[in-house]
């Protein structure tokens, strides 16, 4: 029975890693389908290398600060039990590898490819691994710290602030120290760079939003653990934020699609203690914030963040920290073992380490090597530029 517990297990966290992995592609094709065509490779290549650097990060170096366990040892010992702490590797490491893609979409269009990389190898490999620590493995006694003075840990099931929120936060400083795009705002107007294509865009949402049942289901990580209740709490959340941002953004459909998305978000750090309803209450909040915060951050404050991540990840994610102690309490329909207190400080924490993090790595970049590609280089497309092809070449040879 031993035996067969394991393999179960092994099977359904590589099921749960294959998901997320495939959540990847949807990150590519939403920023594919956001950005300005001549940009469109550069979306695609970055996401796929960017998971690459980011796992040979997590295995040499980022699980072993998370969870204190390396892989240096012979083939025999790592297939103990199916393998499954490999296959825990594999889930975790898509997780980790969501905060570049993140990234990706705020810095689109006018980043360096290679300084990008060297970025990704430190969050994943350094900084991310830090918190995830603290949070998911109780590094530092800061979770029985938290345990004795409010009588519960502070809690995220899936990553609303431990991934997303983190990723966002990091994100947001990228973003700042890159500057906008050139010719985006100009003698007091704003050069509106409208989604190059609608049909990407959907497809990249559609890919996350079904991605996502792994990323929280399996967040159980063992079969015996595996709850109906994080599901429906997820679709809930989903139709929330969809329907929220659908009528808030007055049917933009580039609003439409982040809607759902939004709600997904928010649903991850509570998406195991919280009534349906009140799941649904989240995802309608994190649909209105996205849209309503993302026009604020383009048009008012005039930061240039292409795919609006950190409205959608970092204060979306920040929401769904939140609202895990709000929703996630008997009072309101949930399974309790929370506190409202404890999520607003672990938020803040988190957003603290992502922000001083995300300020460290990308300031250290930008005085020794740069971030930015010259003016030429961003006039003429990432494309050309740093891939010398075009989404859809039309010159054919010669010969």
Known sequence: MDTLKSAADTLFILIGAVMVLAMHAGFAFLELGTVRKKNQVNALVKILVDFAVSTIAYFFIGYKIAYGVQFFTGAEALAVNNGHELVRFFFLLTFAAAIPAIISGGIAERSRFNPQLAATFLLVGFVYPFFEGIVWNGHFGIQQWLTEVAGVPFHDFAGSVVVHAFGGWVALIAVVLLGARRGRYKDGRIAAHPPSNIPFLALGAWVLAVGWFGFNVMSAQTLDKISGLVAINSLMAMAGG??????????????????????????????????????????????????????????????????????????????????AGIFGLKALGGLGGVSFFVQVAGTVFGIVVASVGGLIVYGTLRAVVGLRVSQEAEFNGADLSIHKISSTPERETNW
């Open 242 to 323: 969809t329907l929220s941002a659908w009528a808030v953004g007055r049917n933009d459909p580039g609003f439409t699609y982040n809607g759902p998305l939004a709600g997904l978000v928010a649903v991850c750090a509570g998406s195991d203690l919280m009534h349906p309803l009140g799941a649904l209450a989240t995802g309608v909040v994190a649909g209105v914030l996205f849209v309503y915060m993302f026009t604020k951050v383009q048009n008012k404050w005039r930061i240039d963040d292409v795919l609006g991540v950190w409205p959608l990840h970092g204060l979306c994610g920040a929401w769904g920290g939140i609202a």
